[in-house]
């Protein structure tokens, strides 16, 4: 049996659904904000590119939010997966959490971000987010004036190589097998100085998460320093498309007005949906999709004064 009532139930408290929260728990709103404890940047030493706090660790920026939202009482937080989102018989959604609870709410917000796939190397978690990373913008200006790689295959090691000529002069693209470019794509690579390495990788070399080289199949070793790569990532969870959340072309969740989904009450902010994939970016999404519940339920109580809303 469901027994807790809140306004809105956030699945996942990075930075997106913890900054809905902020804006949601200052509304005087009753917010249950869900976490199974796998962010994106798990592996990250400091969050960048975020205006007043640049170079923050990753879990103080998290300790941090969960501080400021202990000030607002309608907040609580539970570091617990929702395993299960469906509508409520009555009205609105219901959420069965890991430890079998069930919660109702009104309006929910999908914030449940994505994981990197790794490329397929050997060891290559003890490098990733010191010297291996996916994201110059999070990471270049660290590792400026290094000999770095761009690892990724056809478009996607491309477009890599691409990216980091804004932040680096000696870049070697590694395909890790036949490179799939187009003869202009090759050109272009060789008129921005760009060298291409497609032999097969048999590991990284170096220490304590600092890379040295790359070592080919073939034997030789290509010394670099720091390597950014270009993989897929996958959505954290399925939640959305349990909902019926419609998609768009690029299979991410579509959003209309404020974050809102395909599915009325439902809301998604962060890498989920797929836009400049920044912390910064991630929490402004939450903070809108925050704008566009609270919205929705100051207009429905306003309809209807006498209905009530969470207990
Ligand atoms: C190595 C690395 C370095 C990075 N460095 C930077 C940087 O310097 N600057 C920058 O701006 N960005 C950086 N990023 C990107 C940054 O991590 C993301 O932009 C940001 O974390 C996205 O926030 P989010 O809230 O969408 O998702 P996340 O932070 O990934 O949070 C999603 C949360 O949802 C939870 N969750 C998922 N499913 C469920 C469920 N069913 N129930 C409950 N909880 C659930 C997860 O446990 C997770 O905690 C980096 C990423 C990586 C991988």
Redesign the pocket.
């Known amino acids: 049996m469901a027994t807790d009532r809140f306004d809105v139930t956030i ?9 809905a929260a902020l804006v949601l728990g200052r509304a005087h709103r009753k917010v249950l904000v ?11 030493k ?5 205006l007043s706090r640049d170079g923050i660790d ?1 879990t103080e920026f ?1 300790e941090q939010a969960r501080s400021e939202l202990a000030r607002y009482s309608g907040v609580v937080i539970k570091d ?4 299960e989102l469906k509508r409520a018989v009555d009205h609105g959604f219901e959420a069965t ?2 430890d079998a609870s069930r919660v109702l709410s009104r309006k929910v917000l999908l ?6 796939h790794l490329p397929p190397l050997p060891d290559i978690e003890a490098f ?2 010191t010297s ?4 110059p ?3 270049g200006w660290e590792m400026r004036d290094r000999p770095v790689a761009a690892y990724g295959k056809r478009q996607r090691g491309f477009e890599m190589a691409r990216a980091l000529t804004a932040w680096f002069d000696d870049i070697v693209l590694c395909t890790d097998g036949a490179p799939g470019l187009s003869e202009k794509e090759l050109e272009q690579l060789r008129q921005n100085g760009i060298e291409l390495r497609a032999e097969r990788i048999e590991r990284l070399e170096g220490d304590n998460g600092q890379l040295q080289a790359i070592l080919f199949r073939n034997g030789e070793r290509l010394p670099r320093t720091a390597l950014f790569f270009d993989m897929p990532a996958s959505e ?2 399925t ?1 959305a498309q349990a909902l019926g959340c419609a998609v768009t072309s690029q299979g991410r969740i579509k959003c209309g007005q404020y974050e809102s989904t395909s599915v009325p009450g439902v809301f998604a ?5 797929g836009d400049v ?7 402004a ?2 903070a809108r999709a925050a704008f566009g519940i609270n919205r929705a339920l100051t207009r429905e109580d306003f309809d209807a004064p006498n209905r009530g809303g969470a207990e």
């Open positions: 699945v996942g408290a990075g930075p997106a659904g913890l900054s869900c976490d199974s404890g796998t962010p994106r940047n798990w592996a990250s400091a969050i960048h590119s975020y990753p998290r617990v997966e929702v395993t959490l890991g914030a449940t971000g994505v994981l990197d990733f987010g291996v990373f996916q994201c913008y999070c990471d954290q969870s939640l902010a962060g890498n989920i949906i994939q920044l912390a910064i970016v991630a929490a999404e939450g």
